[in-house]
């Protein structure tokens, strides 16, 4: 081939190439694939391309994701320590009366045989009981004759003294909360309809979770459906499951679950709630007796917490009586002392029963349930 032919055959072959690589590039299809939409962006349709519309399209058309409902907060409550003095404003709504007409009679510059009745009068009117009035008096008499002269701060501090003594400084009031090795601690709470029971058993909970310790509620008030729902929403609020059976189930077969499950799930305590059906005694005694019965088949039971209504006087403490004689009460929880000037139920209520109590309600908060301390409650009866 002579020169002349070969660069023109070089020539023709360099404008094919331009040619052809010129009409490749020029192809639609062949771009790289951008990079997806920023979340929110390309799905809208508009501005984008037709391959992009495409893509993003199953996206526009999904169903609708269902936004589960929101899981309840679950409440860490207070400790208990420290709870009646924090919630004395309570007591002193209700009992300053009575500390102040003790201290103004206390206070006389004589006290005559006539004015040491008025002062038993008043101990007796605030339900302390005649034979720990006598007392009061009596130990005070001696003691101010002792004294001669009185400054107020000295009758505050006679008045208190006799007050905590007959109150009881020394009686055991700690709850057996403790569990035992991998079992649970139990906790029976027994009383009349409306004390205030299944209330009791909700703030009990808290009390109980507020330090530190895992909870599971048994709803053997089978009697009442209510009692059940209730407890449930106690539960609730702080992560405490419930065992509950249907309306009229039996109340042993529900305690029994109850504790078994909480063997199971090794809960810390189970707070029993009961139905108090005041019928005849004999039926309470074979109802809360074999609750007790089949629990203990599992656990021991570590408390019987007998709750009584403050407000309901001498006709609340011969219907717990009936309780205390059925089951082995160990604590006495003393609900709406909030609402009575008789404090001195307490006093009484010890007495009568041979029991402590170990607890005291103190308003329908979630919180008002604190555990009972003689020299606090008296100091907020007779005010700072
Ligand atoms: N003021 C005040 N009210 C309280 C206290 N404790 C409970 N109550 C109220 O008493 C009412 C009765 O309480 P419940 O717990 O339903 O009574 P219960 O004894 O369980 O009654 P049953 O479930 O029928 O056995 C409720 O309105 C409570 O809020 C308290 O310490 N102070």
Do not use: Y
């Amino acid at each position: 081939m002579d020169p002349i032919t070969l660069i023109v055959l070089i020539a023709a072959l360099a404008v094919l190439a331009v040619v052809v690589g010129g009409v490749a590039f020029l192809r639609p299809g062949r771009r790289k694939t951008p990079p997806p939409p920023p979340p929110g962006e390309g799905t809208a349709g508009g501005a984008g391309t037709g391959v992009l519309e495409r893509e993003a399209a199953p996206t526009a058309t999904a169903p609708p994701v269902e936004e589960a409902p929101p899981a309840p907060a679950i409440e860490l409550p207070p400790p208990s320590a420290g709870r009646l003095v924090r919630l004395r404003a309570r007591l002193a709504r209700s009992q300053t009366a009575f500390g102040r007409t003790m201290l103004a009679l206390l206070s006389r510059d004589t006290l005559d045989d006539e004015a040491w009745e008025e002062i038993e009068d008043a101990l007796i009117g605030a339900d302390i009981g005649v034979a720990p009035a006598r007392q009061i008096v009596e130990d005070l008499r001696t003691k101010v004759q002792v004294l001669g002269s009185r400054t107020p701060g000295e009758v505050r501090e006679l008045l208190k003294g006799e007050l905590v003594a007959q109150i009881g400084p020394d009686l055991p009031r700690g709850l057996r909360t403790e569990p035992h090795g991998t079992r649970p601690a139990v906790l029976m709470v027994v009383g009349v309809n409306g004390t205030g029971k299944t209330t009791t058993c909700g703030k009990l909970a808290r009390v109980l979770v507020g330090d530190g310790r895992t909870v599971l509620l048994g709803a053997a008030d089978t009697f009442r459906a209510a009692a059940a729902d209730q407890l449930v929403t106690w539960g609730s609020r702080v992560g405490a499951e419930v065992v509950r059976g249907e309306e009229g189930a039996d109340p042993a077969s529900v305690a029994f679950e109850a504790v078994k499950q909480g063997v199971e799930t090794k809960v810390d305590a189970v707070i029993v709630d009961t139905a108090g059906r005041l019928h005849t005694k004999t039926g309470l005694m074979d109802e809360l007796g074999k609750v007790k019965r089949v629990v203990e088949k599992q656990a021991t039971v570590d408390e019987v917490l007998l709750v009584l209504d403050a407000t309901t006087g001498q006709n609340g403490l011969r219907q717990a009586r009936v309780f205390a004689e059925v089951v082995d009460v160990t604590g006495i929880v003393l609900t709406k002392l909030d609402g009575t000037a008789k404090g001195g139920i307490v006093v009484q209520v010890q007495r009568e029963l041979g029991v402590p109590v170990k607890l005291v309600g103190l308003g329908e908060g979630p919180d008002d349930l604190a555990p009972f301390e003689p020299e606090a409650f008296v100091d907020a009866i007779l005010g700072e």
